[in-house]
């Protein structure tokens, strides 16, 4: 499994090239913003382990950048401890956040953590509808042949209805399934990541016919379309 490390630190970049190398993982590191998006475009890592704080690209430029047509697990590590900071962070597009310094225990659980939460590219589907496709394996979505950009929540949603082809996938699954059982009263936030799901995906965002609403019950993927 590949890892991107990027920090402008050259002591915790050597120290975390050492860790992970010591666990098996393919290393590659970047000493800036820039060269940690190059890294990731180049190299199409299974995960990528971010500091905020770095020349030439901060860390939230470069989850941008990546969340522009990836979505390539992203754990950041900083010292950066405000909690506006590390919220910033998760809404840009960050799957985990770790505050320095950290215990090397704890780093290798979110890693593992992140990895589990992503499937093998090569044992994965493609699933298509209208112009879009949706590749499991890559965890990337286009549309017209042109990438899609989702937030992690999004992906999570979208993945776990085309996964389950014209069934129906109850409000309580997925609220379970990407927030937690203590959050199946929450269908308000799921209504507005569905919505903004066919802002993105469908033709005609008012009338869906690919993600539909199951009235009372939850939602269904349909791949050939729902005719109206």
């Known amino acids: 499994m590949k890892i991107v490390v990027a920090d402008d630190d050259r002591q915790i970049l050597g120290a975390l ?8 993982y393919d290393v590659v590191v970047a000493a800036n913003g820039k060269q940690a998006l190059e890294k990731v475009i180049d190299g199409h890592p299974d995960l990528v382990v971010l500091d905020l704080g770095m020349p030439e690209l901060d860390g939230l430029e470069v989850i941008d950048a990546i969340r522009g047509w990836s979505t390539v697990p ?9 909690s506006a900071e590390k919220v910033e ?12 310094p950290f215990a090397t225990d704890e780093l290798l659980a979110r890693i593992r953590a992140l990895v589990r939460r992503t499937p093998a590219s090569d044992e ?18 286009t549309k017209d042949g042109h990438p899609v950009r989702l937030t992690p929540t999004e992906w999570q949603i979208l993945s776990l209805l085309v996964r389950n082809p014209d069934r129906l996938v109850t409000r309580e699954a997925i609220l379970t399934e990407v927030w937690g059982p203590h959050h199946t009263s929450d269908s308000g ?20 016919r ?19």
Request: proline share 6%.
């Open 89 to 100: 962070a998760l809404d840009r597009g960050a799957d985990d956040y770790v505050t320095k």
């Open 189 to 208: 936030y799921l209504r507005l990541y569905l919505a903004q799901l066919r802002k993105k995906l469908e033709p005609e965002p008012s009338s869906p």
């Open 17 to 24: 090239r050492i860790i992970l190398s010591a666990r098996s």
């Open 210 to 228: 690919f993600l539909i609403t199951e009235s009372g019950m939850g939602y269904r993927f349909v791949p050939g379309g729902e005719q109206s």
């Open 74 to 82: 992203i754990l950041v590590i900083s010292g950066r401890a405000d």
């Open 124 to 141: 994965e589907p493609r699933v298509s509808f209208d112009d879009v496709v949706v590749d499991l394996g890559a965890r990337r979505v």
